[in-house]
């Protein structure tokens, strides 16, 4: 038996078939988590980014202060 | 919509967040991979199972896939990584490959009676004898043979070389061609 003819014989064996129920089950969770992670990455964005910017903005208040300490005393 | 995209274009539309390209790709891979499960670890509740984990993993790491990620390969690899992890493996090995004989053949379309009894025949050997080999030859066997996958990208989802994954199917040909005479004489 020549490789090819191996190969179709495995091809033929008969399939275990996906039931439609199955595959919408799975593709409705599945689906529901890869919303919800792109949902979690774009508010762990926004959060990175307030913090970020809040944080600049925190430093640069402090720095002036210290620089208007420094110069008024 | 996306079913006819380039694997490229998918990829880029899934780390987008895109769920219509999520869509797309499970609608394309969804089948294989679950034949692909069920032939690999024998028994369909495992292949439910490890199927509905395979897809979860993907949902949650599509948005973070490298940009050169074959999502089809991918999927592969963690299929398969699923199943040598799985702690019943053992049980898979022996009793699984028993019980798949028992449901299998029953759910296949049937022909007339008699080409129906012989084709199952001829299929339960090969399906036993499939099951014996090794799962390192079964995997590689399947992939490519079954699958279609060429041997470069079978030996990626396998992390092993070309030329190692090349040995591996040949050896897994010669033992399954090796096997399936035997198995006619029972």
Same mark, same amino acid.
Request: hydrophobic share 50%; net charge neutral.
């Given at each position: 038996?020549?490789?090819?003819?191996?190969?179709?014989?495995?091809?033929?064996?008969?399939?275990a078939?996906?039931?439609?129920?199955?595959?919408?089950?799975?593709?409705?969770?599945? /689906?529901?988590?890869?919303? /919800?992670?792109?949902?979690?990455?774009?508010?762990?964005?926004?959060?990175?980014?307030?913090?970020?910017?809040?944080?600049?903005?925190?430093?640069?208040?402090?720095?002036?202060?210290?620089?208007?300490?420094?110069?008024? /005393? | 919509?996306?079913?006819?995209?380039?694997?490229?274009?998918?990829?880029?539309?899934?780390?987008?967040?895109?769920?219509?390209?999520?869509?797309? @790709?499970?609608?394309?891979?969804?089948?294989?991979?679950?034949? *692909?499960l069920t032939r690999l670890c024998g028994r369909r509740e495992l292949a439910e199972?490890? *199927?509905?984990?395979?897809?979860?993993?993907?949902?949650?790491?599509?948005?973070?896939? =490298?940009?050169?990620?074959?999502? =089809?390969?991918?999927?592969?690899? @963690?299929?398969?990584?699923?199943? =040598?992890?799985?702690?019943r493996w053992a049980l898979v090995d022996a009793a699984g490959v028993a019980a798949l004989a028992s449901w299998w053949y029953l759910e296949?379309?049937?022909?007339?009676?008699?080409?129906?009894?012989?084709?199952?025949?001829?299929?339960r050997?090969?399906e036993r004898?499939l099951g014996?080999?090794?799962?390192?030859?079964?995997?590689?066997?399947?992939?490519?043979?079954?699958?279609?996958?060429? @041997?470069?990208?079978?030996?990626?989802?396998?992390?092993?070389?070309?030329?190692?994954?090349?040995?591996?199917?040949?050896?897994?040909?010669?033992?399954?061609? =090796?096997?399936?005479?035997?198995?006619?004489?029972?």
């Amino acid at each position: 038996m020549t490789d090819e003819e191996l190969d179709a014989r495995i091809r033929a064996l008969p399939e275990a078939p996906l039931t439609a129920a199955l595959a919408a089950r799975v593709q409705s969770q599945a /689906g529901a988590v890869f919303a /919800g992670e792109a949902r979690v990455r774009w508010v762990a964005g926004i959060v990175t980014a307030t913090a970020v910017v809040s944080a600049v903005a925190l430093y640069l208040t402090w720095a002036v202060q210290f620089l208007n300490a420094l110069a008024s /005393g | 919509m996306g079913e006819d995209a380039a694997p490229s274009v998918l990829l880029e539309r899934l780390r987008a967040g895109d769920a219509a390209a999520f869509r797309a @790709v499970y609608e394309q891979h969804g089948a294989p991979i679950f034949r *692909f499960l069920t032939r690999l670890c024998g028994r369909r509740e495992l292949a439910e199972d490890l *199927f509905q984990e395979t897809w979860m993993r993907f949902a949650r790491h599509a948005r973070t896939l =490298r940009p050169d990620t074959e999502p =089809r390969a991918w999927l592969y690899t @963690v299929a398969r990584n699923l199943v =040598r992890s799985h702690a019943r493996w053992a049980l898979v090995d022996a009793a699984g490959v028993a019980a798949l004989a028992s449901w299998w053949y029953l759910e296949a379309p049937s022909a007339a009676p008699h080409e129906a009894a012989v084709g199952a025949d001829a299929g339960r050997r090969l399906e036993r004898a499939l099951g014996r080999l090794p799962i390192a030859g079964r995997e590689v066997l399947l992939l490519v043979a079954a699958e279609g996958l060429a @041997v470069d990208e079978a030996a990626r989802v396998l992390g092993i070389t070309p030329e190692a994954a090349r040995q591996r199917l040949h050896r897994a040909r010669a033992e399954l061609a =090796r096997c399936l005479p035997k198995e006619d004489e029972t």
